[in-house]
């Protein structure tokens, strides 16, 4: 049994909030603007801002990267991994999905069943990197628990650890969440390898399924190595040291993933950690021109001027066309913006990383990583 139950206060604490009010008579904020654009009324009185500058990551040893598929959940691994390994820190980065995707990302062979360093972080520090083969980890545990090195390697031969690990699919996860712990918790000499681990994990959708898998084997297993192995990782888990971000973009369903994730992780007594919008597009046009453009109220004159200026021939289906593109802008950025409240309502400290335009190699991992740490991670 599970004894350690904590209330949610004690796994969710509350970020700090910095509330930095506009001062009176400024423009309106995009807020404001995105509100007026949402009732397509008349324009509100501009609404404060409040700048939300997330807690830091003090006391978690592993932070577990979930997401939608496609949203950014490995680059997102690899950036918080640079950013808490600034400074002299060692960090190790996991993934556990078997598509070296972590080789890709950092542009290196491919990764075998061993830790290797992949970069170096800003200020001293590095990151390794790891990808957890469920065959390797297995043999690992026959080896470690039961002494069976060379059972294991001929098992291992006769295609028997593919077998276990097909028939209960469960196996699987049990092994990877295990070596994970294993490397999270490891010490030398009394010190601790590794200061971080950074999980790249399975997506929202099965993230709470995989993480708990421990529990049912807890459940099931009535006593030795296994049971007290599978209670070992499910009480890192649950506890502080644990934090499960959750990657997402500010649309429907990515979002609607994260609230449903972050719901049933809370359920299983899972810590979630942090959200990471990731994508993010600065809206192209000031809040007061927002408003207007939702209202189609643009000034068509100064287009006209804009076009001339560029060498482009006016006519009124082209500004016409702009006029409905501006508009339809403006609705985007409502749209992102009502996401935005939503994911607000989980209370979760929030960091932003914006959509980069260069292709995605190691110096935007860095530019990630730096944002990232503006922003008080790490
Ligand atoms: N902030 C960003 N700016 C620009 N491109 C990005 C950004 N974040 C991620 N990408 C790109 O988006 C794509 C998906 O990212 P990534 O592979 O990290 O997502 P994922 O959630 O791990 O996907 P999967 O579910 O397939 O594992 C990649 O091509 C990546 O380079
Ligand atoms: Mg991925």
Redesign the pocket.
């Known amino acids: 049994m599970e004894t350690n139950v904590r209330s949610d206060a004690y796994f969710f604490p509350q970020p700090r909030v910095y509330a930095g009010e506009e001062p009176a008579g400024s423009r309106p904020t995009l807020r404001g603007a995105v509100r007026a654009v949402r009732s397509a009324g008349t324009p509100r009185a501009p609404e404060t801002s409040t700048l939300v500058v997330v807690r830091d990551f003090d006391g978690v040893g592993l932070h577990v990267v979930t ?11 690899a950036a918080l991994a640079l950013a808490l390994a600034a400074g002299g820190r060692r960090v190790l980065l996991t993934e556990v ?1 078997g ?1 070296q ?1 972590l080789a890709q ?1 950092f542009d290196v062979a491919p990764l075998p069943y061993e830790e290797r360093r992949v970069a170096l972080a800003r200020e001293g520090g590095a990151v390794y990197a790891l990808a957890i083969d469920p065959e390797e980890a297995l043999l690992e545990y026959l080896e470690l628990f039961y002494n069976l090195k060379r059972a294991g390697r001929t098992l291992k031969r006769f295609g028997a650890i593919d077998f276990i690990t097909t028939i209960a699919p469960g196996t699987r996860d049990v092994l990877l969440t295990g070596k994970v712990k294993e490397a999270a918790s490891r010490r030398v000499d009394g010190r601790k390898v590794y200061d971080a681990v950074v999980m ?1 994990a399975p ?1 929202t959708g099965r993230i709470a399924r995989f993480l708990n898998v421990n529990s049912e084997v807890a459940g099931l297993a009535r006593m030795g190595p296994i049971r007290s192995q599978a209670e070992s990782v499910m009480r890192l888990l649950r506890s502080p040291a644990t934090a499960v971000h959750l ?1 997402t973009l500010l649309e429907e369903m990515p979002v609607q993933e994260t609230m449903d994730g972050a719901a049933e992780l809370a359920r299983l007594r899972l810590p979630v950690g942090a959200v990471i919008v ?2 993010m597009r600065e809206p192209l046009l000031e809040p007061a021109e927002l408003i207007r453009a939702a209202q189609r109220t643009l000034d068509r004159t100064e287009i006209e001027k804009g076009l001339a200026y560029a060498g482009i021939p006016t006519g009124r289906q082209t500004v016409d066309a702009l006029l409905a593109e501006a508009g339809d802008h403006a609705h985007r950025v409502a749209l992102e913006e009502a996401e935005r409240d939503e994911l607000a309502t989980l209370g979760r400290p929030t960091y932003e ?5 260069e ?2 190699d190691l110096g ?1 991992l860095y530019r ?1 990583a730096d944002l990232l740490r503006d922003q008080g991670a790490g």
């Open positions: 997401g939608k598929g496609g949203t950014g959940k490995t680059t997102v691994a999905e598509r995707g990302l790249d997506p990657v990731n994508r990383l914006p959509l980069l335009t292709s995605m935007g990630l």
